[in-house]
C-alpha cells in the first residue's frame, strides 16, 4: 500500500514539473522572435502612396517663373526683368501637374513684406505636399531681401566681415537674425552659410562672401551660423561642395576647374563642410571640375566619383544634397537640361535647382526612370530624404 501510494505521489510530481518546464522550453523560442515592424515614419508614408509623376517633381527646387508656361527660359533666367509675384490660374495648374519639391524665391519676385509673404502662403496652399522655400539671404552682397526696397531687416557688410572679428557668437547671431526675418515672410530654407574658404585672390566669386581664408575660422562660424539658423527655425545649405574659394573663374559663366588633389582639399576646403555635415539640411554641391580627384571628366553636381565616392561613401554625408544652379553656364553650355539632370540624379544628387528648362529636365528623369537609366528605388532614396527634412520641420503635419 505505501508503495503504491509513493509511485502515485511519483507520478503526480512528475507531471507537475513537466507542466512547469513547458513554458521555460517555450521562452528562448519567444525571446528569439523578431520585433513587430516599427511604425512608418510620416515621410515613408508619403512615399509609398506617391505616384511616379509626384516622385519626379519632389526632386526640383525651381524660380516660380519657371511655373508660368508664358515665360521663356531666357525670361525666367534673367536677373532683373519678367519676375511673377502672384500666383495665377496657369501656374496653379503647372503646381498641380509637376508637383515640385520647392521654391528659390529671388529679388525680382519680391515688391513688398505683403506681397511676399501672400506670395509664399498661396504657393503653399496650392501644393498639396508642402514646399521648400528657399532663397540666397547670406548676409553682404548676396541678399534678396535685405537688398529688396521696403524691408526693415538688418544688413551685414559682409561675412568676411563677420570672420575677421574671430568670435563665432556673432556668427550665430547672424544666423539668428537672418533666420527670424525670413521665418517671418514665410521661408523655410535659406541657401547659406558659404562654406567656401578664400583661399585665391584672384576668385572673382567668393571673395567676401566666405568667412575667411583660414579653414579652421571657417568651420566655426559656418557651423555657429548654422545653429542660429537653426535656432529661428530655418534650414541651412552648406554651399559649395567641394569647395569655391580656390578657383579663378564663375561657373555662372562657363567651364571652371580646380587643380587640387583630394588631400590638399581636406587640408583646407574641405574642413569648414566636414563640420558642417553633422547638421547643416542640405549640401549644395558645385559645377566646378576637379581632374586631379575624379576621371570622369564631370563637374561635381554630375559626379558619381564626387557625390557618390568622395562626398557620401569617403566622408560619410548622407543628409540631402542639391545641385547648384542648374541654369549657369558651365552646365548649359556643355548640356542640355534633360541630360544633367538625369546625371545628377544618377550621380547621386537628390535635388536639381533651378533648371535652365524645368519642363525638359523633369521629362528627362521620367524618361530615364522609364528606360532604366535611373532605378526607381535609386530615385526613392532621393524622395525619402527629401520627405524626411519636410517631415522634421513641420511640414508634413
Known amino acids: 500500500m505505501k508503495k503504491t501510494i509513493f509511485n502515485i505521489v511519483t507520478l503526480i510530481l512528475l507531471l507537475i514539473l513537466t507542466s512547469c518546464s513547458a513554458p521555460s522550453e517555450e521562452k528562448p523560442d519567444s525571446i528569439n522572435k523578431a520585433p513587430a515592424d516599427e511604425p512608418l515614419s510620416k515621410a515613408e508614408q508619403v512615399l509609398q502612396g506617391m505616384t511616379l509623376e509626384e516622385k519626379i517633381g519632389q526632386l526640383f527646387i525651381i524660380r516660380p517663373d519657371s511655373l508660368d508656361p508664358n515665360l521663356t527660359p531666357e525670361q525666367i533666367s534673367n536677373s532683373t526683368k519678367y519676375g511673377v509675384t502672384e500666383l495665377s490660374d496657369q501656374m496653379i495648374e503647372s503646381l498641380k501637374q509637376y508637383h515640385i519639391g520647392g521654391i528659390a524665391i529671388f529679388q525680382k519676385n519680391i515688391l513688398s513684406p505683403e506681397q511676399l509673404t501672400g506670395f509664399i502662403d498661396a504657393l503653399q496652399e496650392q501644393s ?38 574671430s568670435d ?8 539668428l537674425t537672418i533666420g527670424s526675418y525670413l521665418k517671418r515672410y514665410g521661408f523655410n530654407l535659406d541657401f547659406a552659410p558659404v562654406a567656401d574658404v578664400n583661399t585665391n585672390p584672384e576668385n572673382i566669386v567668393i571673395g567676401n562672401r566666405s568667412f575667411g581664408s583660414d579653414p579652421q575660422l571657417v568651420a566655426k562660424m559656418v557651423s555657429a551660423e548654422i545653429e542660429g539658423f537653426h535656432e529661428a527655425g530655418i534650414m541651412t545649405c552648406v554651399k559649395h561642395f567641394p569647395g569655391h574659394g580656390d578657383t579663378k573663374g564663375d561657373t555662372h559663366k ?6 587640387k588633389t583630394w588631400e590638399e582639399l581636406k587640408q583646407c576646403e574641405l574642413i569648414p563642410f566636414i563640420s558642417a ?15 586631379n580627384i575624379t576621371s570622369d571628366g564631370l563637374p561635381s553636381s554630375l559626379s558619381h566619383e564626387m557625390i557618390e565616392g568622395k562626398l557620401r561613401n569617403e566622408l560619410d554625408y548622407n543628409g540631402v544634397v542639391i545641385t547648384d544652379s542648374m541654369a549657369m553656364g558651365a552646365i548649359t ?20 535647382l533651378m533648371p535652365e528648362q524645368f519642363e525638359e529636365a523633369y ?9 532604366g537609366t535611373i532605378s526607381e528605388k535609386r530615385m526613392d532614396e532621393s524622395v525619402l530624404r527629401i520627405l524626411s527634412l519636410k517631415e522634421k520641420y513641420g511640414l508634413l503635419e
Do not use: C, W
Open 363 to 371: 521629362n528627362g528623369i521620367y524618361d530615364a526612370v522609364k528606360n
Open 128 to 165: 498639396e505636399i508642402p514646399l521648400f522655400v528657399g532663397v540666397d539671404e547670406e548676409g553682404g552682397s548676396v541678399s534678396r531681401i535685405a537688398n529688396s526696397t521696403g524691408f526693415d531687416v538688418k544688413k551685414y557688410e559682409s561675412m568676411e566681415a563677420v570672420g575677421r572679428t
Open 333 to 352: 553650355q556643355e548640356y542640355t537640361s534633360d541630360t544633367a539632370a538625369v546625371k545628377a540624379i544618377a550621380g547621386g544628387a537628390d535635388m536639381i
Open 277 to 291: 555635415f553633422k547638421n547643416t539640411d542640405m549640401i549644395m554641391i558645385a559645377h566646378i571640375t576637379a581632374p
Open 254 to 259: 562657363g567651364f571652371v576647374s580646380t587643380e
Open 168 to 175: 563665432s557668437k556673432n556668427a550665430q547671431d547672424v544666423g
